[in-house]
């Protein structure tokens, strides 16, 4: 749950990971099935059909295929180190670019071209969407924000120094599981940090907030 459509890419999180968890299987048969093929007869044929094909192969493992993810995991790197301005921004761009996505989905990778004021990211043609690592992304930034360490041993949520960006002032998190716990929280964006509130709590899960 968030205030503004800006926002909503945090709400469908769950909606758009389903997803991707549906076309998943269908695309891990798909390039088993691909990938047998091409050896067959790359292995059949030798000689100048295995050397086109595995300079092919090459070139397609050179592309940066998971740049989204790359961007989420130096973003939450910033943040452990205490960079929090530079982790807002990285978070800031991504947002803004999903904004301009179909159905909010984040593809693999876009363009690397200079931002137009009013315009999206330019599309890589052969990107998929949805793409499984990039609809991660949302949830790496959400941990990001709110330095979730959960604790399953000690049955203990911590929260380090949560923070929010400018344009997100309240995100409610219902269902955090755990171990045998469920945990309700409201972060709320404040001058010096973000404030957090158990709004329900069904187990003996403790929750810390550390500054």
Not at 56 to 61: E, G, K, M, R, V
Not at 91 to 103: F, I, K, N, Q, S
Request: proline share 7%; hydrophobic share 50%.
């Amino acid at each position: 749950m968030a205030e503004t459509p800006a926002t909503l890419l945090f709400s469908s999180a769950p909606r758009l990971s389903a997803q991707a968890q549906q076309i998943a299987p269908a695309a891990t048969l798909l390039g088993v099935a691909g990938g047998t093929i091409v050896g067959l007869v790359t292995g059949y044929f030798r000689g100048l059909v295995d050397e086109a094909m595995s300079r092919i192969t090459d070139a397609l493992l050179a592309l940066p295929l998971i740049i989204i993810a790359v961007t989420a995991i130096a973003a939450l790197g910033l943040r452990r180190y205490g960079a929090t301005e530079p982790f807002v921004a990285l978070c800031t761009g991504l947002v803004e670019a999903a904004l301009h996505c179909d159905g909010l989905r984040v593809p693999e990778l876009f363009c690397g071209f200079p931002r137009l004021p009013g315009f999206g990211p330019t599309r890589y043609p052969v990107a998929c969407s949805p793409q499984a690592w990039a609809t991660g992304v949302v949830f790496h930034l959400l941990q990001g924000m709110l330095g979730l360490c959960p604790d399953a041993r000690d049955n203990r949520l911590t929260l380090v120094d949560p923070v929010l960006p400018p344009w997100l002032s309240w995100i409610e998190l219902h269902g955090l599981r755990l171990g045998d716990s469920s945990i309700d929280l409201l972060v709320s964006r404040g001058r010096h940090g973000a404030a957090v509130e158990v709004l329900d709590r069904r187990g003996a899960a403790e929750v810390i907030v550390r500054r």
